[in-house]
RNA sequence: AGUCGCGUAGCUCAGUGGUAGAGCACUUCCUUGACAUGGAAGUGGUCGGUGGUUCGAUCCCACUCGCGACUACCA
């Protein structure tokens, strides 16, 4: 084995095997277990979000895998409708094609080359992470199975009348030329006007004042609101106004939405145009003048003058016409929330269209129950609140696009507008034609769905339903979704709705929401903000000029390209250098806490590349000591204290691994695991057994390789789920010569705990040897004695114990601490000067033989008792007081008694020692 | 406006009603046959502030300051 880990080669070879021998696979007898991954963009690439994600679902699902689960973890990518569509259009454009001339046909025949050139990106990325989805069974939203889940869904709805098409204000994106669901509005604080305006009164008598924000929709009012209590207007109302620009009368009406105290307490009614005036116009019978042409320009409503003006141009020439007129009071300064398409970036306008939408209400009333009876469980438990606030006031979901890339809806028109929602268009037709005679045409429905109504139905669709099989019976529901909370309104909220409603049941029994992953410095990670990294860059590394030049081509805004370079170059001045996937998988593991943000720093990383390293040179040392050697039978327990120490260490650690598993704390997973490897397994339990190794008891020495073997092996097992890689490569190497039969360390099961047994005693007992060796390294630390020069310590107050403790491991302590010899001094007897380490109710003692300087001594043996004082005057201080005395718990006390009894033993032989070298110092002998 | 979250070592974060932890960084020493991507020792924190509950609060409660996220029809 190399000395150092290289992960390069190791990582795609062990893959490559996995896949191709089915081990990704559900297999055994074992109770299902079930990941549905939330499908990525079947076009997009992994991003840091997908690579916590996929890790955290691989642990899992490889977690479960060896605990004897029958697993499975459900892959497939998404058809990721508008942003596909529109990735497409930006290569028409730059081209110099345009969608619209080539037709609907052939560029949906362009998207899905598209998708097929590209489209194995993602999936090439999940091998690289070691995800062990199984490939066998890759679904794609567009699948025709998954398609036909879509129709079916949609026309049993349809059937129920809980999918209507009706003519309703809409968030129109005038760019991408689509309606969009609420959740597609990005709502932003910006720096806006608040004009006040001036409508004469019909009679003359003087003006009203309005206050808005959009002048320009003026043109489309039908009324001005006051609230009916407020006194500066009560006598207007029911009286009109003259509308400016335009000769309309238009009604003052009374409404207790207005709020008296914004603006001038009157307010414009655009009802075609705005939602809450669209509300205010139902409850009065206003009549609505749509103004905007779908890519939100003055439609011929208007007059003449403004016809055909952008929204952005309308509203300067509506101000100037007013300012001319002399109707403009004031402009003030106003912030506003402006609504956003999420993909375009444009202003959305209102827009009164005819759209498809489901009814949520009967939907929603189940999912909520589904929640509040514990049948789906959110982890943390406070998302559930989210979920609720939302459910709650949840409103009907506009489910048509007018793109051309998705399920197109099935629903057929006759010439007379008659529609016909049926599974197929013959189905259509002949509905049709029995209607309203055999001469009936149709034509289809051009809109296609939202993305996420063929989302919301992953956790059952991909499992071929609505046929009845098997797979669906073992694997719905699934056991949890791993999840970002940012889409738990998008998917989560509605896979639970869909899944109750089409299959009776939860489409999963818990909901992990994991944080975001941010950069270093907190910011989300985009391209414009050019702080992205591959998470496949951490694994290969990248050179500095590729990093740069992969973040600053492909810009949406070019010109942020220089800042962008800068910024690399000062945080990567050497590129990134290549970590291997289990580190960052590791590093992912380590950092899935409860939190909302993740801050990712390579740093971090690096650190657990080291701890990769690490372990493999623990498997060298667990090889040379033990191939070709005498090992001990399996099973037989051992008898050495320092054996049965480290089984005992491990049976903590599987079982704090096995806690946090159930948890899903991953990162106290990760803590649980590293610490034992490293600070005990590696630090302690390897040093202590190499006196044992090198001694010259054959049958101890067999015995600990045994031990050694033993509990390696089953360390790769447990590291297995977060390092698969590495664990992997490793444990071919190890097991045979642990005895272990088997290809794969992903086939063996989850190491059992009874086979290492909780042990007290050797507990007891490697603590006092590790006390020992601590106390002689303080002091050549803090001495700065020469780890290669030998002591010969010297021990007071050594109870019988500590005499049999002395005699056992006399061969492990000269080894570990660099003693000679150790004389165990009689009551009373008399020690040369000496540094002192108390350890227990004895002080052992380093002659000082010039080694020592005795002031340094002195100072160090205060410090520590300035330490002691401070604990002891805090445990008096409890202990003095009655209240707390009478009303602690007896074994508080008792343990605050205890503590005080210790320290001050351990006082008693500094203050002793303090003396002494206080001696030394001020006679200037040693 | 409403809902939720965060504030602990220089940095990034765990954590607990009774003795405050890790990683990185920092200081000193060490090329000891697993590992310098290493080993040993060490420095470093009135746990945002105030008040309350309690024998005891970093932890529970209230208020407050600072930061953040989400939801929402103040034109």
């Avoid at 020069?789 to 049999?804: G, H, I, K, Y």
Wanted: proline share 5%.
């Amino acid at each position: 084995m190399d000395k150092v880990y290289e992960p390069r080669d190791i990582e795609q070879r062990l893959y490559a095997e996995w896949e191709s021998r089915g081990y990704f696979a559900p297999q055994g007898s074992g109770s299902p277990y079930c990941i549905m991954i939330p499908p990525p963009n079947v076009t997009g690439t992994l991003h840091m979000g997908h690579a916590f994600q996929d890790t955290i679902m691989d642990a899992l699902t490889r977690y479960h895998r060896m605990r004897g689960d029958r697993t499975l973890w459900q892959v497939g990518t998404d058809h990721a409708g508008i942003a596909t569509q529109m990735v497409v259009q930006r290569q028409l454009d730059a081209a110099g094609q345009s969608r619209t001339q080539m037709g609907r046909e052939a560029f949906v025949e362009r998207v899905w080359e598209w998708k097929a050139q590209s489209g194995g990106t993602i999936a090439r990325q999940l091998r690289r992470l070691g995800a062990s989805v199984d490939w066998q069974r890759e679904r794609f939203t567009m699948d025709a199975e998954l398609s036909r889940s879509v129709t079916e869904v949609f026309v049993r709805l349809h059937e129920e009348g809980l999918i209507y098409r009706g003519k309703r204000l809409v968030n129109w994106d005038p760019k991408l030329l689509t309606a969009l669901s609420d959740l597609e509005v990005i709502a932003t604080e910006e720096e806006g006007s608040l004009w006040h305006l001036r409508y004469p009164l019909e009679d003359g008598s003087g003006h009203l004042v309005v206050a808005t924000t959009r002048p320009e929709t003026l043109l489309g009012d039908s009324a001005v609101a006051v609230h009916p209590d407020d006194e500066r207007y009560r006598h207007l109302v029911g009286k009109r106004v003259k509308l400016p620009l335009t000769d309309r009368l238009i009604p003052i009406i009374a409404d207790a939405f207005v709020d008296r105290d914004f603006g001038s307490g009157c307010v414009k009614i655009t009802p075609a145009h705005d939602f809450t005036d669209n509300e205010v116009g139902q409850r009065h019978g206003l009549p609505l003048f749509n103004i905007f042409t779908l890519d939100a320009r003055l439609n011929d409503s208007v007059p003449a003058r403004l016809r055909g003006l952008a929204r952005e141009q309308a509203r300067e020439r509506v101000l100037e016409e007013l300012s001319g007129a002399g109707l403009v009071e004031r402009v003030d300064k106003h912030r506003l929330m402006v609504p956003r398409g999420d993909r375009s970036g444009v202003v959305l306008e209102p827009l009164l269209t005819d759209q498809w939408y489901v009814r949520i209400a009967p939907l929603a009333g189940p999912a909520i129950e589904a929640v509040e009876q514990g049948r789906i469980r959110f982890v943390p438990e406070n998302w559930s609140k989210t979920y609720f606030e939302w459910m709650k006031n949840i409103r009907d979901w506009c489910i048509s696009r007018q793109l051309w890339w998705g399920h197109q809806i099935p629903a057929w028109y006759d010439a007379a507008g008659n529609v016909f929602v049926a599974r197929s268009e013959a189905a259509a037709l002949a509905a049709a034609r029995l209607m309203h005679g055999e001469d009936t045409t149709l034509t289809r429905d051009p809109d296609v769905l939202d993305t996420w109504f063929s989302s919301a139905l992953w956790p059952f669709s991909t499992l071929g339903w609505p046929e009845d099989n098997a797979d669906l019976r073992q694997f719905y529901p699934g056991n949890v979704l791993v999840t970002g909370f940012d889409i738990i309104f998008f998917w989560v909220a509605r896979m639970i709705m869909l899944g109750l409603k089409f299959m009776g049941d939860v489409p999963f029994r818990e909901v992990y929401v994991h944080g975001l992953v941010r950069d270093g410095e907190g910011q989300k990670m985009s391209k414009s903000k050019g702080n992205v990294v591959d998470p496949l860059d951490i694994v290969d590394g990248i050179s500095l000029e590729d990093l740069v030049a992969k973040r600053t081509t492909g810009l949406m805004q070019p010109h942020l390209a220089p800042g962008i370079e800068k910024a690399t170059r000062k945080q990567f001045p050497s590129g990134i250098e290549a970590h291997g996937t289990d580190a960052l998988r590791f590093t992912f593991a380590s950092l899935a806490t409860q939190s909302r943000d993740i801050r990712f720093e390579l740093g971090r990383v690096a650190g657990y590349r080291n701890f990769c390293n690490k372990l493999w040179n623990a498997a060298r040392f667990v090889l040379m000591v033990c191939e070709d050697k005498p090992i001990a039978a399996p099973h037989t327990l051992p008898q050495g204290v320092v054996d049965r120490w480290i089984r005992s260490r491990l049976h903590d650690a599987l079982a704090a691994t096995e806690s946090a598993f159930a948890d899903y704390r991953l990162d106290q997973a990760a803590t649980a695991l590293y610490e034992f490897t490293w600070h005990e397994f590696c630090d302690w339990y390897l040093e202590l057994s190499k006196p044992v190794l090198q001694g010259d008891d054959a049958a101890a020495a067999a015995a600990t390789r045994r031990t050694l073997l033993d509990v390696f092996e089953a360390l790769l097992r447990a590291l297995h789920p977060v390092m698969p890689f590495i664990t992997e490569e490793i444990w071919r190497r190890v097991a045979p010569v642990a005895g272990e039969a088997g290809e794969s360390i992903m086939l063996t099961p989850w190491p059992d705990q009874a086979a290492f047994m909780a042990d007290n005693v050797a507990l007891a007992d490697v603590e006092w040897i590790k006390g020992v060796i601590l106390g002689l390294r303080q002091i050549r630390g803090e001495m700065d004695i020469s780890p290669a020069r030998r002591l010969s310590p010297l021990v007071r107050d050594a109870a019988d114990s500590d005499r049999q403790q002395f005699a056992r491991h006399a061969a492990l302590l000269a080894r570990l601490a660099g003693i000679d010899s150790v004389k165990l001094l009689d009551a009373g007897e008399a020690a040369p000067a000496s540094a002192a380490a108390v350890v227990g109710n004895m002080t052992v003692l380093v002659p000082m033989q010039g080694l020592i300087d005795p002031a340094v001594e002195l100072t160090r043996l205060t410090r520590k008792r300035e330490k002691n004082d401070q604990e002891i005057g805090r445990a008096r201080a409890k202990l003095t007081n009655p209240n707390f005395v009478n009303h602690a718990p007896p074994e508080v006390v008792a343990t605050e008694r205890e503590r005080i009894a210790q320290f001050e033993k351990v006082n008693d032989s500094l203050a002793r020692q303090i003396q002494i070298v206080q001696g030394l110092v001020t006679t200037g002998q040693v």
